[in-house]
């Protein structure tokens, strides 16, 4: 039982890389994302469906893919999906059109969707609470070099050898991964857990719905009756399943830990910390191959400004957390995070040419998700619903449906608006997120 509490450092960094993995394989394509769309013969706005497709599927799936990593154990469950990343990224390499890529970075999203409820419950059950400050700033940091890596990767892979190659790369990363997931994690222990139909089926499908009308919002490929359906749709059976999980013995995610104040808060921090991030990561490769004219590397490097704040000061926030109140650490990312996307709008829209100043802008922003990130993610696993890969699963999918939302909304957004509304529309929700973020009495520490 001692090592299982203090596994060593080989535990921990093959717990992490998963988590690096993964966030790459999130974004490693929001740079050459204008290659991608010229190859395949698709216009830009319907071409980040290459995008959203991931972020779609792996924001839906990730509740019950806790769910199961409850059910058949933590550390089998990510062995599975990595096996299943390895085969979706050779697809992508492969595929002929549109449409089969954004099927294999679905697939890819699923594998990832283990990743952030297993990772996340494994980190807080072997660290236990007194290092959970620390060892959730280890995953932000995680999240954040692998935001730092994937712009850059894609746009030097995807100039120099071709954007498929990119899959290339990653694939033996997730081959050896699953040896490492093998050999070096101990096996968690299953634990029996009910599942109750009715409320999973309607709760993955209204949040899919919801989803899918966001996605599939840009390209004006869908008709808006279609979309407005969609949306309509996933409402209501978020609605029953709401009405359906009241009175259930073993409710999917019981109600009243989703609306715990700590879940509540940290929930909605990070999912408007992740729309500011994943709208600013394919935003900015925009303008600047677009009205600053860099090239595609070029345009990878600048945005790497973001992702590498992220990942410097993601240790840095994790022991402030611990020295302070997270709360009062949470309020002040999501502030900046407001004042830093209206001035980086303001500035790209007065077509400002200094890449200093962009670049400090955009360090500006990764602050701030710094800042946001580690007490979100630490509240989550402290909360009353942090012992559950299901309600795990339900604060990641806030997480990436933010980032999923964010992309949809540049992509319904981009170019026809000005710079300032598009990025005026993250001030708007990290605005919401500070807002939330005072609701309900304050929780006890610990």
Known sequence: MGEVRTPGARVLCTLLAVTLLGTVCNNVLNVPLREIS????????????????????????????????????R????????????????????????????????????????????????????????????????WAAANGVGQALGPPLGGLVAESLGWREIFWVLTPVSVLLVAALAWLVPAEPARPARLHWPGTITFTLGTALLMAAAALAPGATIPLPVLAGLAAAGTGLLTAYALLSRNVADPFIPPRLITETRFLRSGFAACAQMFCLGATLVAMPLYATGSLGLRTAMAGLLVFALPLTMAVLAGVV?????????????????????????????????????????????????????????PAAAGATRSA??????????????????????VAWVGLMYPVVSPPVLFGGCAVFALAGLAVSFAGRNPAPG
């Not at 190859?39 to 071409?47: E, I, K, Q, S």
């Not at 599975?80 to 990224?89: D, E, G, I, N, Y």
């Not at 040419?353 to 500006?364: E, G, M, P, T, Y």
């Not at 795990?392 to 933010?402: H, V």
């Open 385 to 406: 619903a942090g012992s559950a890969g299901a309600a795990l699963g339900l604060f990641n999918t806030l997480r990436f449906g933010g980032a999923a939302l964010g």
């Open 318 to 374: 994790g022991v402030l957390s611990e020295r302070t109140r997270p709360r009062w650490v949470l309020r002040a990312g999501l502030a900046l995070l407001v004042v830093a996307e209206m001035a980086i709008g303001c500035y790209v829209g007065a077509r400002g040419q200094s890449l200093a100043a962009v670049a400090a802008l955009l360090a500006a922003i990764g602050c701030g998700v710094a800042l946001v990130q580690t």
């Open 38 to 73: 010229l190859d395949l013969g698709v216009p830009l706005p319907a071409g980040v469906l290459a995008v959203s497709s991931f972020a779609l599927v792996l924001a839906v799936t990730m509740p019950l893919v806790g769910w199961v990593g409850d059910r058949v154990g």
């Open 75 to 138: 550390t089998r469950t990510l062995l599975v999906a990595q096996v299943l990343m390895a085969c979706s990224m050779a697809g992508a390499a492969l595929a002929p059109s549109l449409p089969v890529l954004a099927v294999c970075r679905g697939l890819q999203g699923l594998a990832c969707a283990a990743a952030p409820p297993c990772v996340m419950g494994l980190l807080a059950s072997l660290y236990g609470p007194r290092r959970r400050n620390r060892v959730m700033g280890a």
